[in-house]
């Protein structure tokens, strides 16, 4: 199984800030990434998909990047709204595998 | 509007069995790959299984924890996904989502509410 190490496991930030959260595959993966946004009580959303595409309806100022083994995701001045957990998935291969998420607190 | 209910959550005993079911519109379901995902009590997301559209082939994939005891199934006129939960297991406890699959980017794009599974005696 391809495993998923996201870090930092929690970051906190302040609104205006720029996050950077880090997803490292245990073996190559290509583009295979996705990334997902997870409020408290509700469904995950998707963020970005091929490592890099934006999902329709996300604001721009989520961006995403990387290949093979590291990835990215990146958001630029933080909103309040942005305060969340924060999930890779590797499609590369079965099981589908995430990682195991990184907490964005308010500072 | 693509809408994803998800439906038959609840109490079990270990070793006992259980039947989610999701109800899908605002897409052409038949078309839809479709999954589950499953967050246990605080904690993170793991992925169950995975059913292509019919048109596709109609297989399933399942994540090792559970092969052999869930099975994904599909009714297209009804537009409904199920996840045939058996011999259930204290760790099989978790919120089970259903979600489309994106089939050519590999990715859940849309996602219900949840249901809650507790096994537990």
């Known amino acids: 199984d391809i495993q998923m190490t996201q870090s930092p496991s929690s970051v906190s930030a302040s609104v205006g800030d720029r996050v950077t959260i880090t997803c490292r595959a245990s073996?190559?993966?290509?583009?295979?990434l996705a990334w997902y946004q997870q409020k408290p009580g509700k469904a995950p959303k998707v963020l970005i998909y091929?490592?890099?595409s934006l999902q329709s309806g996300v604001p721009s100022r989520f961006s995403g990047s990387g290949s093979a083994t590291d990835f990215t995701l990146t958001i630029n001045s933080l909103q309040p709204e942005d305060f969340a957990t924060y999930y890779c998935?590797?499609?590369?291969?079965?099981?589908?595998?995430f990682g195991g998420g990184t907490k964005v607190e308010i500072k | 509007e693509v809408q994803l209910v998800e439906s038959g959550g609840g109490l079990v005993k270990p070793g006992g069995s259980l039947r989610l079911s999701c109800a899908a519109s605002?897409?052409?379901?038949?078309?839809?790959?479709m999954s589950w995902v499953r967050q246990a009590p605080g904690k993170g997301l793991e992925w169950v299984g995975r059913?292509?559209?019919?048109?596709?082939?109609?297989?399933?994939e399942y994540t090792a924890p559970v092969k052999g005891r869930f099975s994904i199934s599909r009714d297209d006129s009804k537009n409904t996904l199920d996840l045939q939960m058996t011999s259930l297991k204290t760790e099989d406890t978790a919120v089970y989502y259903c979600?489309?699959?994106?089939?050519?980017?590999?990715?859940?794009?849309?996602w219900g509410q949840g249901t809650l599974v507790t096994v537990s005696s």
């Open positions: 605002g897409f052409t379901f038949s078309y839809a790959w």
């Open positions: 979600t489309t699959y994106s089939k050519t980017s590999y990715y859940f794009d849309h």
């Open positions: 059913i292509k559209s019919k048109t596709d082939g109609g297989t399933a």
């Open positions: 091929t490592a890099s």
């Open positions: 998935q590797q499609a590369n291969s079965f099981p589908l595998t």
């Open positions: 073996q190559g993966i290509s583009s295979w």
